[in-house]
């Protein structure tokens, strides 16, 4: 009897330690994998990330839908923008972006 519960406590002692070393092999790979993600994203860092927009960042891509888009910039008393830029709107908040790369030039906050 002693045998068999000897014999049934080191399995599950040794199952034990396999299955910790899936787990951090799982942990390893994810953190490949987000490391492989980040470096493909470019250089940019995102809006949704800080939850501000900032100059030199890159807003989301639902904010450079036509929903968000200022067409009327005299309207809410903006300059012209540059050729290959538009003005995005975000709350009251507003950001001159280049049209191609979606990076924030210029923000004006809360207009």
């Keep these: ?7 049934a406590l080191a ?4 199952a034990g330690g396999a299955a910790a ?3 951090q ?14 470096a493909r994203t470019g250089p940019y860092r995102s809006v949704a990330a800080s939850g501000q927009l ?3 960042e890159q807003l989301p891509s639902r904010y450079r839908t036509h929903h968000y888009v200022v067409e009327n910039w005299k309207t809410h008393r903006l300059s012209e923008p540059p ?3 538009q003005w995005v709107q975000a709350g009251k ?3 001159l972006v280049a049209i191609a790369t979606g990076v924030v030039q210029q ?3 809360g207009r």
């Design 1 to 7: 009897m002693n045998r068999l519960i000897a014999t």
């Design 54 to 56: 900032r100059k030199g």
């Design 83 to 85: 050729p290959g830029h």
């Design 25 to 38: 092999r799982a942990d390893q790979e994810a953190r490949a994998q987000q490391q492989a993600t980040m």
């Design 107 to 109: 923000v004006l906050v």
């Design 11 to 14: 399995a599950a002692v040794l």
């Design 93 to 95: 908040d507003y950001a």
């Design 21 to 23: 070393q899936a787990h």
